[in-house]
């Protein structure tokens, strides 16, 4: 979220964010609505405090005469507050409404596009592996290896269910090890969050599209179940479970401030995610490249409000998973992100591809970005900085590792002609046993 004073002072700015996002908003209603609501306001306030003023003359009325035009008075301004304050109420929500929509602005060097499809590579690494036999794809791999289910998956979980088993739900968690302890070594505090979290959080973050949750838009699941509080009652809050560690870990700093002797405070969490992928109907349904459940480390940053430095900030982020991709062995591009495939947050973003011969091109396995102070915003996490001024945090983030497509990346770049599969060697002291190979099932 912006403040309205940004969005007057660099009206023109925003309203090219608008377009070039591809946000349906009208920044010219949305100042006249603020100022409508504010003129209201101010007539409430001023009503009201004439009330308290005839509150006070009351008291000090000479005689009856005197204290009943006094009452009569305040009859007639309680009146005039009852005809407003409606008003003031649906403009204001009118307001609300429009607010949560208007986006960042996008940083300089961001591509102007519509899509996906003007998104810009900017730099590959990595040799593409060619193969003298005929390659099987991740599905098949995990069959003849027996460590991945998905016909069981889906009788039990339904459309893109899977089972991890045997040595793949070893590699898995390897993946998530080596991830973890990469970041632990770059000098971010590890925390597990929750993953079952309040509205707040997902609002705070930018996952949900408007004020509320709707089910049509927002790729979030609900939790139906009713929750107890400590108290025993029936809890009013409506539960949901996060897409990423991301929403958990910036909302742990809700409405708190912060010192600047505190920043940058780097984190890396590990959590189960949960994606009901509703924009995705059709696309990827063979295999797990897009399932509604998996793990990820997710990595985030809180910083003082220094744009220049959160660039910096936002390109070392992307360097970490660069490296990642790397010691994994895994060939791999890194495209810029344009304008249009951005959500309305973000002021800067790139997204890394790993090779998956399977699909003949890269598949996306981690993205990152820069927010600037959009989500601290609406989480209400501030800092103080050495002139004794309250500002709000800069917020980055960037997927170090998700489970399923470096997944998927490994077995399919590294398959063996006999079928079997290598594992990258910085896994290899997560393995059991310290193996290397995994073999097909006899």
Same mark, same amino acid.
């Given at each position: 979220m912006l403040d309205i004073k940004f969005i007057k002072e660099h009206k023109e700015a925003v309203a090219d964010a608008v377009i070039k996002k591809n946000i349906d908003l009208d920044i010219d209603k949305l100042l006249i609505l603020d100022k409508k609501r504010l003129e209201l306001l101010q007539e409430t306030e001023q009503l009201l405090a004439l009330k308290n003023d005839l509150n006070e003359m009351i008291k000090a009325a000479k005689d009856d005469e005197e204290?009943?035009?006094?009452?009569?008075?305040?009859?007639?301004?309680?009146?005039?507050?009852?005809?407003?304050?409606?008003?003031?109420?649906?403009?204001?929500?009118?307001?609300?409404?429009?607010?949560?929509?208007?986006?960042?602005?996008?940083?300089?060097?961001?591509?102007?596009?519509?899509?996906?499809?003007?998104?810009?590579?900017?730099?590959?690494?990595?040799?593409?592996?060619?193969?003298?036999?005929?390659?099987?794809?991740?599905?098949?791999?995990?069959?003849? !290896?027996? #460590?991945?289910?998905?016909?069981?998956?889906?009788?039990?979980?339904?459309?893109? /269910?899977? @089972?991890? =088993?045997n040595e793949g739900a070893s590699l898995m968690m390897a993946l998530m090890m080596y991830a973890m302890n990469k970041l632990i070594e770059k000098g971010y505090a590890p925390m597990i969050p929750p993953t079952l979290v309040k509205g707040s959080a997902l609002f705070g973050t930018g996952y949900f599209k408007g004020r509320e949750y709707d089910p049509e838009t927002d790729e979030v699941y609900q939790v139906a179940s009713k929750d107890k509080e400590s108290s025993g009652e029936t809890s009013r809050e409506k539960k949901f479970l996060v897409g990423t560690a991301e929403p958990s870990l910036l909302a742990y700093?809700?409405?708190?401030?912060?010192?600047?002797?505190? !920043?940058? #405070?780097?984190?890396?969490?590990?959590?189960?995610?949960?994606?009901?992928?509703? /924009?995705? @109907?059709? =696309?990827?349904?063979?295999?797990?490249?897009?399932?509604?459940?998996?793990?990820?480390?997710?990595?985030?940053?809180?910083?003082?409000?220094?744009?220049?430095?959160?660039?910096?900030?936002?390109?070392?982020?992307?360097?970490?998973?660069?490296?990642?991709?790397?010691?994994?062995?895994?060939?791999?591009?890194?495209?810029?992100?344009?304008?249009g495939d951005m959500s309305a947050g973000k002021f800067r973003a790139y997204d890394i591809e790993a090779w998956m011969p399977s699909r003949d091109g890269f598949g996306e396995t981690?993205?990152?970005?820069?927010?600037?102070?959009?989500?601290?915003?609406?989480?209400?996490?501030?800092?103080?900085?050495?002139?004794?001024?309250?500002?709000?945090?800069?917020?980055?983030?960037?997927?170090?590792?998700?489970?399923?497509?470096?997944?998927?990346a490994i077995l399919e770049n590294f398959q063996q002609a006999d079928g079997s599969v290598v594992i990258p060697e910085v896994l290899r002291k997560y393995m059991p046993g310290g193996i290397s190979t995994i073999f097909p099932k006899k």
């Open positions: 204290r009943k035009e006094i009452i009569e008075k305040g009859k007639e301004i309680k009146a005039d507050i009852e005809k407003i304050e409606p008003q003031y109420k649906k403009v204001k929500e009118e307001f609300d409404e429009l607010m949560v929509k208007v986006p960042n602005i996008i940083s300089v060097d961001t591509p102007v596009g519509k899509s996906d499809e003007d998104n810009v590579e900017i730099e590959r690494s990595g040799k593409i592996p060619t193969f003298n036999f005929p390659i099987k794809d991740h599905v098949q791999l995990g069959k003849d !290896l027996d #460590i991945l289910d998905l016909e069981k998956g889906t009788k039990v979980a339904g459309f893109r /269910g899977y @089972y991890m =088993k700093y809700a409405d708190e401030v912060l010192k600047e002797e505190q !920043l940058p #405070i780097k984190i890396v969490g590990y959590s189960q995610c949960y994606r009901s992928e509703i /924009g995705s @109907y059709g =696309k990827d349904t063979k295999g797990f490249y897009r399932v509604h459940e998996f793990m990820k480390v997710e990595q985030v940053v809180l910083m003082a409000a220094d744009e220049e430095a959160s660039i910096k900030m936002h390109d070392d982020m992307l360097e970490i998973s660069k490296e990642v991709h790397k010691e994994l062995g895994l060939p791999y591009r890194v495209l810029k992100i344009c304008s981690g993205s990152a970005s820069n927010f600037l102070d959009w989500q601290a915003r609406r989480l209400n996490v501030k800092y103080v900085d050495k002139n004794g001024e309250k500002k709000h945090v800069f917020m980055l983030n960037n997927t170090v590792l998700p489970s399923p497509r470096p997944f998927i």
